[in-house]
């Protein structure tokens, strides 16, 4: 249905082990490379408004390039 734009299968897997383990930091583990600063209550509050935006969406909203989210 979504083609392209879906998760890929290891990585749904990866975050059902996280949330079962009770863990719901959504926060990036610390990693080489040039840091990126986004505004998580941004993040937040727009899937607060609409919980059905994809990541895309998301990052077309907040003016994130397309890198640097999970699709």
Do not use: M
């Amino acid at each position: 249905i979504y083609g392209e734009d879906a998760l890929k299968l290891r990585q749904c897997q990866n975050w059902v082990t996280k949330f079962r383990s009770a863990d719901f930091n959504v926060k990036d583990a610390p990693r080489s490379g040039r840091p990126i600063e986004i505004d998580d209550d941004k993040i937040k509050a727009l899937i607060d408004s609409n919980r059905r935006l994809t990541t895309r969406e998301i990052a077309e909203n907040l003016n994130i390039s397309k890198n640097n989210h999970l699709i």
